[in-house]
């Protein structure tokens, strides 16, 4: 069995990934992660040095090589569903839950964290809502083919457990 998180930065994808994968005795993988490791470069190295473009592509053909393993809990990067067929993938390949958050609860999240995520380090605080809010309006026409849509602000590790199993 493959489990995605997928939704926006700030979401908790890593954090709720680990819990879940714990709880299941999966194994986890954070995309970001295992691209970094792959390419021995930070995720801000890899867009500065290369570009949003390059990173897409790296981020398109690692998740081919992460679905390869079973019974694992994958953390996609927030923009993963929303590049060539990547959502497609996904749900050909497992179960997939959104952690839907609204955009000023993922300002208030991302305004402490902004500095290793290369699309918004510039931003100031201020200015996250209103670029969260655009942004979520084109990602979740992915992000909302889920299987599953879960509050990420009320996460129950039991529950989500319950709810793959099915
Ligand atoms: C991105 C989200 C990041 C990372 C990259 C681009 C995005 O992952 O993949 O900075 O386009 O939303 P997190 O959602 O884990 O922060």
Redesign the pocket.
Known sequence: MKIFLI?????G??TIGKSLAKTLQFNFT???NY?EKRTSKS??QI?TEKGEQY?RCL?KDFLQEVILKENIVI??????P?FYNNMKTILDNGISIYLRMQAKDLAERLCKEKN????IEKLSCNKLDEFISS?LIE?EKFYLKATHIINAKKVNIDTLRNLVLG
């Open positions: 939704g926006f930065m700030g979401s994808k890593s954070d995309l970001d691209i995720i801000k867009f990173f981020e953390a996609t990067g927030g923009g993963t929303c290793k995520r290369p699309l942004r990602r």
